[in-house]
């Protein structure tokens, strides 16, 4: 099942509303809708049956937390998805999940290769191949399918991340590797939008990404369930913009499986339902790799085979900040 949200107007102005893809079909089922409707067939009366399915279908990431019926009930709904279907192509869509927590982490052996050593002239540090690192990123900029995505002044190397990001489903704490997948919910494409220049300031700073990676982080369409996705390992991907084919992308060649990234995550810490753990970048999936950055207008498309494509419009006018700090002395001799 593919899982996603659309805004809509509602009589209290705009709210979101849980769908299910069907893009095969070209046409979303609005779950709440679709599963009061299912249950007034089963016996239910209207107030009772709008009072279940708005308990259920509220919000995503609290019906993830819910477990098997959760699902159960998406499947319950699809019984009356003739009655609450919309054109796929004239939905509004919202980012696939507001996400608790959002880790991205670096795991493609091709990136890192491609990043290090033709972009940084240099070779990573030791402690990539010693942990699967990851950083924390807010939940207060995300974006999803068509949303126009800002272009930041204080930038001039926008550039975009292909990856995975993996829903968890299922609370865990000290997790391993034989056991850690059983708690992933599905799979989404994840965006780690970046702008490379910044990133170059703020990383010696050694706080992690602050304005380089937190003014956008993209989510969608919509989330696949894990069992339709048996395996990500050779799933394909491929990057567009403007309609050009920048690249073609595979999962393989890990430093740290799936598997062993959500446990590390999970150790002397804990993954709760709805959290998104970003797989880090396939190799060629950014525009850094490829000596290319976005510009103004610039549509991109990222796709990834099982789940569908992400597409943003990148902002024709860039957005400056009210207030940018002025540097300070530096109370320390340079060498």
């Known amino acids: 099942m593919k899982?996603?949200?659309?805004?809509?107007?509602?009589?209290?102005g705009r709210e979101t509303r849980v769908v299910a893809a069907e893009p095969g079909n070209e046409r979303v089922i609005d779950l709440k809708k679709a599963y009061a409707l299912a249950l007034q067939k089963g016996g239910a009366s209207v107030e009772g049956?709008?009072?279940?399915?708005?308990?259920?279908?509220?919000?995503?990431?609290?019906?993830?937390?819910?477990?098997?019926?959760?699902?159960?009930?998406?499947?319950?709904?699809?019984?009356?998805?003739?009655?609450?279907?919309?054109?796929?192509?004239?939905?509004?869509?919202?980012?696939?999940?507001?996400?608790?927590?959002?880790?991205?982490?670096?795991?493609?052996?091709?990136?890192i290769k491609n990043f290090f050593g033709n972009v940084m002239k240099t070779t990573p540090t030791r402690a990539v191949y010693e942990r699967p690192g990851y950083f924390k990123g807010t939940t207060s900029t995300i974006y999803g399918h068509d949303e126009i995505i800002p272009y930041p002044s204080i930038t001039e190397q926008l550039d975009y991340e292909l990856e995975i990001g993996y829903i968890v489903g299922k609370p865990g704490r000290n997790l391993t590797p034989e056991n850690a997948w059983s708690h992933v919910f599905g799979i989404t494409i994840f965006?780690?939008?970046?702008?490379?220049?910044?990133?170059?300031?703020?990383?010696?700073?050694?706080?992690?990404?602050?304005?380089?990676?937190?003014?956008?982080?993209?989510?969608?369409?919509?989330?696949?369930?894990?069992?339709?996705?048996?395996?990500?390992?050779?799933?394909?991907?491929?990057?567009?913009?403007?309609?050009?084919?920048?690249?073609?992308?595979?999962?393989?060649?890990?430093?740290?499986?799936?598997?062993?990234?959500?446990?590390?995550?999970?150790?002397?810490?804990?993954?709760?339902?709805?959290?998104?753990i970003g797989s880090g970048t396939m190799a060629f999936g950014a525009g850094v790799e490829l000596g290319r950055f976005l510009q103004p207008g610039d549509v991109l498309e990222l796709q990834l085979e099982g789940v569908g494509t992400l597409r943003n419009r990148i902002a024709t006018e860039k957005e400056s900040p009210a207030w940018w700090p002025t540097p300070q002395p530096f109370p320390f001799e340079e060498n």
Not at 3 to 12: A, F, M, N, Y
Not at 198 to 219: C, N, R, T, W
Not at 224 to 253: A, H, M
Request: charged residues 20%.
């Open 3 to 12: 899982l996603g949200r659309i805004v809509v107007d509602g009589p209290d």
């Open 49 to 111: 049956a709008r009072h279940l399915a708005h308990a259920t279908f509220r919000d995503l990431t609290q019906g993830i937390s819910a477990g098997d019926f959760f699902l159960e009930a998406a499947h319950k709904a699809l019984e009356s998805a003739d009655d609450a279907a919309l054109p796929i192509g004239e939905v509004t869509w919202t980012a696939a999940i507001k996400p608790p927590v959002i880790r991205d982490s670096l795991t493609f052996n091709g990136h």
């Open 191 to 276: 965006n780690d939008w970046s702008l490379r220049d910044v990133q170059k300031l703020e990383s010696p700073i050694g706080m992690g990404a602050q304005h380089s990676k937190d003014f956008a982080y993209g989510i969608g369409p919509w989330i696949t369930t894990v069992d339709e996705i048996p395996t990500v390992l050779g799933l394909t991907g491929q990057v567009r913009v403007n309609g050009e084919v920048w690249s073609d992308t595979k999962v393989e060649d890990f430093i740290w499986t799936p598997e062993e990234t959500i446990a590390y995550v999970s150790e002397l810490n804990g993954i709760q339902p709805g959290d998104l």
